[in-house]
């Protein structure tokens, strides 16, 4: 069994560590600034976790919401965000999404949308995000890539589950935009044993064994629809 609620939602500093081992060179990072266009719009987050994109981007922005499910990921979040100008964190559900129709000029999400289970509470939050769309606004997502090292680790299942995710997003009308080439590159393999052990359980352990490395090969994939002016 995979543990991502659980590490979400409760074992921050796991999560955390997580997060630090996953793209060192910031790549995912910065194609995500340089690609999606946040200057004058106002935006709503999807699963903004500890806040990262949010302390990067929201000064640009006309207003800034940035949502999650987690209490333990918003107050990390907002306390790293403590004095950023145009920026609300909000603890709600993407389900019941609390603003208004046609609010928001764009929508993003990284690692947040691909993960609402069972599939039709995805489908609903889906439907929340088109919701509070503008008519001609945007939707980003950056998604994991089903083929890796890492997905290996994952299992034959997962990597199936996230080509899936892929294929819905196409049939909402997403554009695959890029793929992303960004690895794991924990400080030791003692580490990577901790988090992944933590997180994947007996699975991981098992492949870091036959694999003993602190790095692993991975990638993302960032798609994009262009909601129609009249929708």
């Known amino acids: ?17 997580f997060g630090a ?12 600034l340089e690609t999606v266009p946040f200057a ?24 800034y919401v940035a949502l999650d499910v987690s ?21 709600a559900d993407a389900q019941a999404i609390p603003l208004p129709d046609a609010s928001v000029d764009l929508i993003f999400g990284t690692w947040a949308i691909g993960a ?30 089903w083929a890796s090292e890492f997905m290996d680790l994952r299992g034959p299942e997962e990597q199936a589950n996230d080509h899936q995710t892929f294929l819905w997003y196409q049939s909402h009308g ?3 935009i890029e793929v992303v080439k960004a690895p794991f590159v924990f400080p030791s393999l003692a580490e990577a044993q901790r988090v992944l052990g933590f997180m994947f359980e007996e699975k991981a352990l098992r492949y870091l064994a036959q694999h003993p490395s602190p790095r692993l090969e991975h990638g993302a994939i960032i798609v994009r629809k262009q909601v ?3 929708a």
């Open 174 to 176: 997403f554009d695959l």
């Open 21 to 32: 081992a996953f793209d060192p060179e910031g790549k995912v990072w910065h194609r995500v």
């Open 116 to 145: 609402i289970w069972p599939p039709e509470a995805m489908e609903r939050a889906m439907g929340e995000i088109h919701r509070v769309v503008k008519p001609g606004g945007e939707i980003w997502a950056v998604e994991t890539h």
């Open 40 to 63: 004058g719009k106002t935006v709503l987050e999807i699963g903004c976790g500890l806040g990262h994109y949010a302390q990067a981007i929201a000064r640009q922005t006309t207003s």
């Open 71 to 91: 209490e333990s990921m918003l107050a990390k979040a907002r306390q790293r965000n403590a004095g950023t100008a145009n920026l609300t964190f909000v603890h």
């Open 1 to 17: 069994m995979e543990q991502w609620e659980k590490t979400y939602t409760s074992d921050v500093d796991i999560y955390e560590a």
């Open 228 to 230: 129609a002016a009249g």
